[in-house]
């Protein structure tokens, strides 16, 4: 499991990365929203350790962007602002959890875990956004109750597009989940696929299902 640390404090974030590389995980430590951004375009994480007085930015509106982009892995505020209305105002805007400063690591530990085995029984065999179903077990799509047939490679595509909607999906992190290799920039085989996708599936309004982002990738809106 790969959790990111959002913190300005080197001496706390290294000290929680430090911790949780020791049980296992995969951890990275950032130090502001801009890194937090960059970071999550770059790589997928399970799941997010958030302070909230960041240098460049408030860890709440963070937050709120990353939840109105769609972003559903779990986060964890862990911050000195300990009041009730703070504590209710994080969990309100999309917070899974909320610890505040000083903390236990123990307990910061135990409340990671336990996010990951509630995030476990919430997946599902079934996907949907908006008129497009796909059923894991059965490996079949359709939209509008009409079946589309899917490569394995497209099948792979979608499902990836599916679990992040609405979230930027750079070539890399396509070309890593997908292909297991990292994205050569002479290539234009992730485009022909998404080009695929879009023949394949047709939207109900004007937009592109598949948009593309230019510069950075592509987005299932």
């Known amino acids: 499991m790969k959790v990111l640390i959002v913190e300005d404090d080197i001496k706390v974030g290294r000290f929680i990365e430090k911790g949780l590389n020791e049980v296992s995980y995969s951890s990275k430590l950032v130090r502001s929203c801009a890194d937090a951004k960059d970071e999550l375009c770059e790589t997928n994480y399970d799941a997010i350790i958030l302070d909230l007085s960041l240098p460049d930015g408030d ?3 963070l937050l709120m962007e990353w ?5 559903n892995e779990p986060v964890i505020i862990l911050s000195a602002r300990d009041s009730v209305k703070d504590r209710i105002t994080g969990l309100n805007i999309g917070a899974d959890d909320y610890l ?3 903390f236990s690591f123990d307990e910061l530990l135990a409340r990671v875990r336990s996010l990951f085995r509630r995030n476990e029984g919430k997946k599902s065999t079934i996907l ?3 008129n497009i179903t796909m059923d894991l077990l059965s490996h079949t799509v359709k939209q509008n109750e009409k079946l589309i047939e899917l490569t394995n490679r497209e099948f792979a595509l979608l499902e ?10 750079t070539r890399t992190q396509i070309a890593e989940h997908i292909w297991e290799a990292h994205y050569d920039m002479e290539t234009n085989l992730i485009d022909v696929y998404v080009r695929k996708l879009r023949n394949k599936f047709k939207s109900e309004s004007s937009q592109t299902l598949f948009a593309t982002v230019r510069g950075v990738g592509y987005q299932m809106t």
């Open 59 to 61: 860890g709440l509106a």
């Open 67 to 71: 939840r109105n982009n769609g972003f």
């Open 100 to 102: 505040p400063k000083p």
């Open 128 to 130: 949907t956004h908006g």
């Open 160 to 169: 990836y597009f599916m679990q992040n909607p609405g979230r930027v999906l």
